[in-house]
């Protein structure tokens, strides 16, 4: 009976050692993975190629870029997103182009009733955040700038030449 109890003691003792080494094999990893999110140049998962890439590695802009691109207006139209220069345009672009992209938002012609029930949609189902008084802005800004378009069948074919074939 004794036999046994000390097989059991010396049972306990390897396994008891056992899980101090997993344990600190499983702290060592975990610093291993902190050290490698604290210094993403070291990671293995870095894909980042310098010599695959045109992008610029000093931190100075090319010299043919113009500071002010990211926010470039031409003929009235917002360069990067597409978005008529009117105003509510910021908000909107502040607010709607963090989840998804301009063109959905261009795409999607509705009056301020749908407007203001598809943010509802967004803030309850995919976890949009309460716009507050943009929202009002953002509305007014889609309904002025992006109403419905009632399309319809395409008009009748007027004053046509008729002429036949050989």
Known sequence: MENNQDKNRENLRMVRRLVVVIGSAFAL??????????????S?????DS????VPQDSEAPENAEEDDWDKIENGVHVRTGFVDAPG??????NCTNCHSAKLVIANRMNEERWIETIRWMQETQN????????????????????????????NLADIQWYELK
Do not use: C, H
């Open 51 to 54: 010599e695959l890439t045109d």
């Open 44 to 48: 293995l998962f870095n894909s980042y």
């Open 128 to 155: 949009l955040w309460d716009l507050g008084k943009n929202e009002e802005i953002i509305v007014d800004y889609l309904v002025t700038n992006y109403p419905p378009i009632d399309k319809g069948r395409r008009e």
């Open 89 to 94: 345009m910021m908000e909107t672009l502040q």
């Open 29 to 42: 990893i975990a610093l291993v993975g902190i050290y490698l999110m604290a210094d993403p140049e070291l």
